[in-house]
C-alpha cells in the first residue's frame, strides 16, 4: 500500500445491506396500507421501525470512497464531495469510542482541509484494535497524500473525545440540556411548597362542611383489606379492599403489602380525591407527597452536572492553540470542585427551598460553603493548567549526587525494559536505570544503555499514544540506535531525566524539538 495508485472503500456485508433496505421498504409499504384501510395502529409504528432501518441501511450501502493522484472523493446518499489533495492538510483517524480493556474501538478516517474545515469519511470503518484492512486503506491514502499532497504532519493523528480536536457542540448540547433540566425542576418548586403548606394545614371535614369545600378538608372512611399483593421491589405493591369501598386498591410499597394482614380493618383518609394514608393496629402508610426541598435538591443537582459538560468545553477552550490530536487535561479536578460543592448546597436547597436563608448559623454555613467552592474551582484550574514543554536545556541546575526514584515508563518493550515491566527510573549514587518499584534500592534494576540513546523531542500526549500514560505526563522521543522508543513522565520529572541522560551523554536532536 505504500505506492498505491488507487484506494477504493466500498461496504462490506452489501447483500445484508440490501437486504434490510428491502425489508424497510416492504415494511413502509404494508404500514401504509393497514394505516390507509384500517386508521393507524401498532402496525404503523412498526412500518416506521423498518423505514429506519432501510433508510439506514441505505445510507450504508451507497457509501463510497476513492483516493487517486487527482486527489480524494466520496459519496453518500445525500453527499457527494471531493477534494484535490493539495487542499488537505492531514488524513487523520477519528476515534468515537475505545474500549481497550476488551480490544474494541470504533475508528474511522477524517480529513483536515487547508481552510480548516475537517471532514469524517463514511468508509472505511473499524470496531476492532487489530484490522488489517482498516489499518491497508488507511495507509494506502497516507501514502497518496505524501505522494501528490503535502501533509502537515509526519505522524498519524489521531483525533478521540480525550484530544483538543474534538469538537464543543456536543458537550455545549449536553449542558444545555441539564440546564434546561434544571429550570423544569426548579419550575416545580412553588406547586410543592404551596401543595406541602396546604397539606400541613388541612383539616378533618365535619358535617357542617359544605360538598364543593370537602375536597379540601381530610375525610376518613373505614375500609377492611380483602388481600394485599407484594411485588418485586421495582413494581408497584397493592392493597384490595373489600367491595371496592371506597376504593378498588391503593398502590403502596413492597414493605407496606407486607405489613397489612387479610382482614385488616383500617381507615383511609382521602384529600382531593386521592387515598393519602391507611391507618391500621400494626401499621400505617402515608403517600409520599413530594416537598418543594425535593424539587430544589433535583434542580440544583442537575445544574451541578451541568458544569462537569461546561468544565470539559472551558478545557477545550483553553487548549485550542494546541494540536488537534494533542490530550486535554482531565476535568476530574472539576468534577471534585463540583462533588465538594454539592456537599453543602444540596443540603441548603433542601432546607431553604424557596428563599435564601436569614438565621446566622445557615448563612454562615453558606459563606464558608461558598469560599470553599471558589478554592476548589482555584485549585481545579490551576491543576488543568496546559503544562509548557520542556526539554533539558543546559541552563539547568545539575542533579544532586543522592538516589531518588521517578515515576516513569517506556512505552516501548526494549532489552532494558522487558515487557513494560518498569514503573520508575532510578537517578544518583549510579546510572540511570529502570525499576519496577519505587525504592529505596535498585533491587532488578536494568540499566538504561546512555550511549545509544539520542533525545529526538520532548512532547505532550497525542492520542495516537492511547491510555498508556496519565493526560498530565509529556513524553520524551528518543533514538535507541535506529529504534524510536518513548519516555512518559511528568513534566518536571521528565525534565530532570533527560538532563541527567545529557550529562551522562545523550546528545539531544534540536532540530526536532517542539515548542
Known amino acids: 500500500m505504500a505506492h498505491a495508485l488507487e484506494v477504493t472503500c466500498r461496504p462490506l456485508w452489501k447483500r445484508t445491506l440490501w437486504f434490510f433496505v428491502g425489508l424497510g421498504a416492504v415494511g413502509t409499504v404494508l404500514a401504509a396500507v393497514h394505516t390507509a384501510y384500517w386508521g393507524p395502529g401498532p402496525e404503523l409504528g412498526g412500518g416506521l421501525l423498518l423505514?429506519?432501518?432501510g433508510i439506514a441501511s441505505l445510507h450504508r450501502v451507497t457509501a463510497e470512497v476513492k483516493a487517486d493522484a487527482r486527489g480524494l472523493r466520496y459519496r453518500t446518499l445525500l453527499h457527494r464531495r471531493s477534494v484535490p489533495w493539495h487542499d488537505i492538510a492531514d488524513v487523520?483517524?477519528?476515534?468515537?469510542?475505545t474500549n481497550t480493556s476488551r480490544g474494541e474501538e470504533a475508528r474511522r478516517v477524517s480529513v483536515l482541509l487547508r481552510d480548516g474545515h475537517r471532514w469524517v469519511l463514511p468508509l472505511p470503518r473499524s470496531w476492532s484494535l487489530h484490522d488489517p484492512d482498516f489499518d491497508a486503506k488507511l495507509d494506502g491514502l497516507r501514502a497518496l497524500h505524501r505522494r501528490h499532497g503535502a501533509p502537515e504532519s509526519a505522524h498519524l493523528p489521531v483525533v478521540s473525545s480525550r484530544t483538543a480536536g474534538r469538537g464543543r457542540a456536543g458537550l455545549l448540547g449536553l449542558c444545555a440540556l441539564l440546564l434546561a433540566c434544571a429550570g423544569v425542576a426548579a419550575s416545580f418548586v412553588p406547586d410543592a411548597a404551596s401543595n406541602e403548606r396546604e397539606w400541613e394545614s388541612a383539616t378533618p371535614c365535619s358535617a357542617a362542611t359544605p360538598a364543593t369545600e370537602r375536597r379540601e378538608c381530610l375525610t376518613t372512611l373505614p375500609a377492611v383489606i380483602?388481600?394485599?399483593?407484594?411485588?418485586?421491589?421495582?413494581?408497584?405493591?397493592?392493597?384490595?379492599?373489600?367491595?371496592?369501598r371506597p376504593v378498588r386498591r391503593v398502590a403502596v410499597s413492597r414493605q407496606d403489602a407486607q405489613a397489612f394482614r387479610t382482614g385488616d380493618g383500617v381507615e383511609l383518609t382521602v384529600w382531593r380525591g386521592k387515598v393519602r394514608e391507611v391507618a391500621g393496629k400494626r401499621h400505617v402508610w402515608r403517600e409520599h407527597m413530594p416537598t418543594a426541598g425535593e424539587a430544589a435538591v433535583v434542580a440544583a443537582a442537575f445544574a451541578l452536572a451541568a458544569g462537569y459538560p461546561a468544565a470539559q468545553s472551558l478545557l477545550r477552550l483553553r487548549g485550542r492553540r494546541l494540536a488537534d490530536d494533542e490530550v486535554l487535561p482531565s476535568a476530574l479536578p472539576f468534577g471534585g470542585a463540583l462533588v465538594g460543592t454539592a456537599l453543602w448546597l444540596l443540603p441548603l436547597c433542601y432546607l431553604h427551598p424557596t428563599a435564601p436563608p436569614t438565621d446566622p448559623g445557615t448563612v454562615a454555613w453558606a459563606a464558608a460553603g461558598m469560599s470553599a467552592t471558589v478554592a476548589l474551582f482555584?485549585?481545579?484550574w490551576r491543576a488543568t493548567g496546559v503544562r509548557k514543554l520542556e526539554s533539558g536545556g543546559a541552563e539547568e541546575v545539575g542533579w544532586p549526587g543522592r538516589e531518588v526514584h521517578l515515576a516513569a515508563r517506556f512505552l516501548e518493550h526494549t532489552d532494558y525494559n522487558p515487557h513494560g515491566f518498569g514503573t520508575h527510573i532510578v537517578l544518583g549514587d549510579g546510572p540511570p536505570a529502570v525499576t519496577p518499584h519505587p525504592g529505596p534500592g535498585r533491587f532488578a534494576a536494568r540499566r538504561?544503555?546512555?550511549?545509544?540513546?539520542t533525545v529526538k523531542q520532548v512532547r505532550r500526549i497525542r492520542g495516537s499514544d492511547g491510555d498508556t500514560a496519565p493526560r498530565s505526563w509529556h513524553i520524551a522521543e528518543l533514538d535507541d540506535a535506529g529504534e524510536p522508543v518513548r519516555l512518559a513522565a511528568a513534566p518536571a520529572d521528565l525534565t530532570r531525566i533527560v538532563h541527567e541522560l545529557r550529562t551522562a551523554g545523550?546528545?539531544?536532536d534540536a532540530s526536532n524539538r517542539e515548542a
Not at 380483602?226 to 371496592?244: I, M
Open 51 to 53: 423505514a429506519a432501518v
Open 92 to 97: 487523520r483517524v477519528h476515534l468515537r469510542y
Open 226 to 244: 380483602v388481600r394485599t399483593e407484594a411485588n418485586r421491589p421495582k413494581q408497584s405493591s397493592w392493597l384490595y379492599f373489600a367491595d371496592d
Open 378 to 380: 482555584v485549585l481545579a
Open 448 to 453: 538504561i544503555p546512555v550511549e545509544r540513546l
Open 506 to 508: 545523550v546528545p539531544v
